[in-house]
């Protein structure tokens, strides 16, 4: 049996090869739950999340009585619960009502300089706004209040759709759903000091897309990062460009290029959500949860009415490992990320446990996943026990994610999932939900994009945002 935080969780049906400590979560919880079936004064806790334009996101859950021996369960419980929650939906007043002692532990962890002082921080630069918790009773909790976004699946006239990513930005031209031109274009914006490189970079492959249209009645794109009204709130395609001028120069800087087309409908979100909108639209189905395992890990939704949420999806910090000793993100300094389960870093994390041995002396982790790719081409077992140990962390995240998602379709993108690998991590998802969470395994499917979708489906998806009044 696996112990954390003195609660044991039963064996793992499917075991992760090369990482036997492996928690899960959705193990873990099922757990904690039954002991608070079994414990009579066990109580109801409800978490909100409030954002400064009133959206209002609601969680409830049961905790254990509030005695001394429980203290440390409960807030293990409730605290993984909110640091997913705030990663998944976002807010900058997190609600607790129902369990007081826990609330107070939870406003000293998520306080300017608590334990999760880069999540206050990302909160308030997201938002614009500090974050805050309040203790509170039960009956003044908010009413939820949210909704999906209305874009999207807008594919009637001359359309372009952009792509801004960290090595090419694509455009194309779109008219009535069918792609009629695209072009993808090398740059380097990630060290790039001067906003005018990236708002010149922009405006030309806007203007490449435009030559091949009669007009342009809508532009729409995504690029990684938290978009919000149009402003890049945090994006790394800027990480270059000094604080001092982020404000005054990138923040705005979609809004220069909007000056630059008149009245033209312009809509630019995070990729995630475009690229869930276009599995959507291309299996004319959802909801679709994706996820992108590359340098970190990204995540996107297109909820059941088809709509992209407000939500964040920033999955690279949503807990997957509750061990106490799980890896460490170096930029969250949280412990037991997605990014570190679901990225070229998970690949470089498991390489000398699988035995292998690089070929040269600090090698970056790009040219690391391609050497593991190619031992996977060539049926190395070693290589293939990586694979294996990632789609066990797929699997049971995966059933952690159904908790909070409606999920129909999951859809796995990315460089990680390339080559055989991609599919040997797919098949051991699935054994996983099969055997741990067999209600899962007929109600989700798990798939990775065809060509087409790869081609012409982001470009699709993003020039059909803009709604053409």
Same mark, same amino acid.
């Given at each position: 049996?696996?112990?954390?935080?003195?609660?044991k969780?039963?064996?793992?049906?499917?075991?992760?090869?090369?990482?036997?400590?492996?928690?899960?979560?959705?193990?873990?919880?099922?757990a904690?739950?039954?002991?608070?079936?079994?414990?009579?004064?066990?109580?109801?806790?409800?978490?909100?999340?409030?954002?400064?334009?009133?959206?209002?996101?609601?969680?409830?859950?049961?905790?254990?009585?509030?005695?001394?021996?429980?203290?440390?369960l409960?807030?293990?419980?409730?605290?993984?619960?909110?640091?997913?929650?705030?990663?998944?939906?976002?807010?900058?007043?997190?609600?607790?009502?129902?369990?007081?002692?826990?609330?107070?532990?939870?406003?000293?962890?998520?306080?300017?300089?608590?334990?999760?002082?880069?999540?206050?921080?990302?909160? +308030?630069? &997201?938002?614009?706004? $500090? =974050? /805050?918790?309040?203790?509170?009773?039960?009956?003044? #909790?908010?009413?939820?209040n949210?909704?999906?976004?209305?874009?999207?699946?807008?594919?009637?006239?001359?359309?372009?759709?952009?792509?801004?990513?960290?090595?090419?930005?694509?455009?194309?031209?779109?008219?009535?759903?069918?792609?009629?031109?695209?072009?993808?274009?090398?740059?380097?914006?990630?060290?790039?000091?001067?906003?005018?490189?990236?708002?010149?970079?922009?405006?030309?492959?806007?203007?490449?897309?435009?030559?091949?249209?009669?007009?342009v009645?809508?532009?729409?794109?995504?690029?990684?990062?938290?978009?919000?009204?149009?402003?890049?709130?945090?994006? +790394?395609? &800027?990480?270059?460009? $000094? =604080? /001092?001028?982020?404000?005054?120069?990138?923040?705005? #800087?979609?809004?220069?290029?909007?000056?630059?087309?008149?009245?033209?409908?312009?809509?630019?979100?995070?990729?995630?959500?475009?690229?869930?909108?276009?599995g959507?639209?291309?299996?004319?189905?959802?909801?679709?949860?994706?996820?992108?395992?590359?340098?970190?890990?990204?995540?996107?939704?297109?909820?059941?009415?088809?709509?992209?949420?407000?939500?964040?999806?920033?999955?690279?910090?949503?807990?997957?490992?509750?061990?106490?000793?799980?890896?460490?993100?170096?930029?969250?300094?949280?412990?037991?990320?997605g990014?570190?389960?679901?990225?070229?870093?998970?690949?470089?994390?498991?390489i000398?446990?699988?035995?292998?041995k690089?070929?040269?002396?600090?090698?970056?982790?790009?040219?690391?996943?391609?050497?593991?790719?190619?031992?996977?081409?060539?049926?190395?077992?070693?290589?293939?026990?990586?694979?294996?140990?990632?789609?066990?962390y797929?699997?049971?995240?995966?059933?952690?994610?159904?908790?909070?998602?409606?999920?129909?379709?999951?859809?796995?993108?990315?460089?990680?999932?390339?080559?055989?690998?991609?599919?040997?991590?797919?098949?051991?998802?699935?054994?996983?939900?099969?055997?741990?969470?067999?209600?899962?395994?007929?109600?989700?499917?798990?798939?990775?994009?065809?060509?087409?979708?790869?081609?012409?489906?982001?470009?699709?998806?993003?020039?059909?945002?803009?709604?053409?009044?």
């Amino acid at each position: 049996m696996n112990q954390t935080t003195q609660l044991k969780i039963a064996e793992l049906k499917v075991s992760p090869v090369l990482d036997p400590g492996f928690t899960p979560p959705a193990l873990w919880h099922r757990a904690y739950q039954s002991l608070c079936d079994a414990n009579p004064a066990s109580r109801e806790l409800v978490i909100a999340l409030g954002r400064p334009d009133d959206t209002v996101f609601t969680h409830c859950m049961q905790v254990l009585p509030a005695a001394k021996a429980n203290k440390a369960l409960n807030f293990k419980a409730v605290e993984r619960v909110i640091q997913f929650l705030l990663w998944q939906k976002g807010g900058t007043v997190i609600y607790v009502a129902g369990a007081p002692e826990i609330g107070e532990e939870i406003a000293e962890t998520y306080s300017k300089k608590g334990a999760r002082a880069f999540t206050n921080d990302m909160m +308030s630069r &997201f938002f614009l706004a $500090p =974050l /805050e918790v309040k203790v509170c009773e039960i009956t003044e #909790i908010p009413e939820a209040n949210e909704s999906a976004l209305p874009l999207g699946r807008h594919l009637e006239g001359c359309r372009i759709g952009f792509d801004l990513g960290g090595s090419d930005r694509k455009c194309a031209a779109v008219v009535d759903g069918k792609v009629v031109f695209s072009e993808e274009v090398v740059w380097d914006p990630y060290f790039e000091s001067n906003p005018e490189y990236h708002f010149e970079g922009i405006c030309d492959s806007l203007k490449l897309a435009a030559a091949h249209l009669p007009r342009v009645d809508a532009i729409g794109g995504s690029a990684a990062g938290i978009y919000v009204d149009n402003e890049p709130r945090v994006a +790394s395609l &800027f990480r270059g460009v $000094p =604080l /001092e001028l982020y404000e005054s120069q990138v923040r705005p #800087i979609f809004k220069r290029v909007m000056e630059e087309w008149k009245d033209v409908p312009f809509v630019v979100i995070n990729d995630g959500e475009v690229t869930a909108l276009a599995g959507a639209m291309s299996l004319d189905d959802s909801p679709v949860l994706g996820i992108a395992m590359g340098t970190s890990q990204a995540g996107g939704y297109c909820a059941p009415n088809g709509g992209i949420t407000p939500w964040l999806n920033e999955l690279a910090f949503a807990p997957v490992d509750y061990r106490v000793d799980a890896p460490v993100d170096e930029w969250s300094g949280d412990g037991g990320c997605g990014v570190q389960y679901f990225s070229q870093q998970a690949v470089a994390r498991l390489i000398p446990v699988a035995g292998i041995k690089l070929p040269e002396l600090e090698m970056p982790f790009p040219k690391q996943l391609e050497f593991v790719q190619e031992l996977m081409s060539n049926n190395d077992q070693r290589a293939a026990k990586i694979y294996e140990t990632l789609g066990v962390y797929f699997g049971y995240s995966l059933a952690w994610y159904a908790e909070f998602y409606e999920i129909k379709h999951m859809l796995l993108l990315g460089r990680v999932t390339s080559g055989p690998g991609g599919d040997l991590m797919i098949r051991v998802a699935n054994d996983v939900l099969a055997k741990e969470f067999p209600h899962l395994r007929g109600q989700i499917k798990i798939s990775m994009p065809d060509e087409k979708l790869k081609r012409h489906g982001q470009a699709i998806a993003a020039a059909s945002l803009p709604v053409i009044v």
